[in-house]
């Protein structure tokens, strides 16, 4: 199928007209704009990322797991290490993506100072094309008058042919001859700005031919460009997963190394206070206890003698009963 172009079909019938030539300017004036849009996207991008990097990286600074010991304790920290490594990708990633958006930027500014020359040669171009097709249209409209007033000089001599006078006659031929050399020069002067206006034409087409071919690569630079910024844009992202991965697979593989029954062991070496536990506490009753209450000698101390014993009762002496015997009476003989 045969490839269609600008210059090939951004034409007008009317000489004075650039609507086609508007057309293709309208189109690249969108494109950049697209690509001002398409930048814009990237810095606001690039600014997501850095705010979550810098929330990230806060985050992975944060307290998390302080009191843990042993292989959980280390599995955390690789962790919280690997936290603080995927918010540096991703500052990185942000600053990779206001690179990109620097580089359209500058391909932006580049096509618009190339284009401009192309727009003031073809705007001049345009000015005097249509000054002169102004000038042409006049000098017709002159020639044209011209010849109508050289037709009428003509009739009017020929009507007055054999009716006037000599002097007459001689001023009707005088006028007659004035009128035809008038409607000579406007026709000189008319076929000059029609050459004129042809050859201006003809530096036109040329022109119109070249601008097209120049507009056309610029729009083939900007969507190849536009498509390529895109595509490594979605590389970058897609390439951060993979980075964040392998950065969260080290923290996987620490985790892997956590082992349970070590942790355990780890802290009771560490922190053990015995292996005997206490023994039961046994009912005591308390009058049992003071009578079963075993003497104690206290330590002689030199030039002391010992404390007295305490004095002895007999076997049924209800002082000393308990309430559960027999003969136990509160009365006191």
């Not at 280390?74 to 206001?98: G, I, W, Y």
């Not at 009707?172 to 406007?186: M, P, R, S």
């Not at 026709?187 to 029609?194: A, F, G, M, T």
């Not at 802290?267 to 009753?285: C, M, Q, S």
């Amino acid at each position: 199928m045969r490839e269609l172009h600008f210059k090939d079909h951004f034409w007008n019938t009317d000489v004075t007209s650039t609507v086609g030539y508007d057309s293709i300017i309208q189109h690249l004036n969108d494109g950049k704009r697209t690509c001002k849009e398409i930048e814009d996207f990237l810095k606001a991008r690039a600014a997501i990322e850095e705010k979550y990097a810098k929330e990230l990286l806060a985050l992975s600074k944060k307290v998390c797991g302080s009191s843990e010991m042993n292989t959980l304790k280390r599995s955390l920290d690789v962790f919280k290490l690997q936290t603080e490594n995927v918010s540096l990708s991703h500052m990185h990633l942000a600053q990779t993506m206001r690179e990109e958006a620097k580089k359209l930027e500058d391909f932006k500014e580049k096509q618009k100072e190339a284009r401009k020359k192309v727009e003031q040669q073809m705007d001049a171009l345009h000015k005097q094309k249509a000054a002169q097709y102004k000038k042409t249209a006049e000098a017709k409209k002159t020639y044209e008058q011209k010849c109508r007033d050289k037709e009428e000089a003509e009739q009017n001599m020929n009507r007055n042919a054999t009716t006037s006078s000599s002097k007459q006659q001689e001023k009707l031929y005088a006028k007659t001859q004035q009128a035809k050399q008038t409607a000579e020069e406007a026709d000189r002067l008319y076929s000059q700005n029609v050459s004129l206006l042809g050859k201006m034409r003809e530096e036109w087409l040329n022109e119109h031919v070249k601008a097209c071919e120049f507009l056309e690569k610029q729009e083939v630079e900007r969507i190849n460009n536009l498509r390529n910024v895109v595509w490594t844009h979605i590389n970058h992202l897609s390439q951060q997963c993979v980075t964040s991965d392998e950065l969260y697979e080290e923290a996987r593989k620490s985790l892997e190394q956590c082992n349970i029954q070590e942790d355990i062991e780890h802290f009771i070496n560490l922190r053990r206070t015995g292996d005997k536990p206490p023994a039961p506490v046994l009912y005591e009753n308390f009058y049992n206890n003071h009578r079963s209450a075993p003497t104690r000698s206290l330590p002689t101390t030199s030039g002391r003698r010992a404390a007295a014993p305490p004095p002895s009762t007999a076997e049924n002496d209800p002082l000393y009963s308990t309430v559960a015997e027999p003969g136990y009476s509160l009365i006191r003989y």
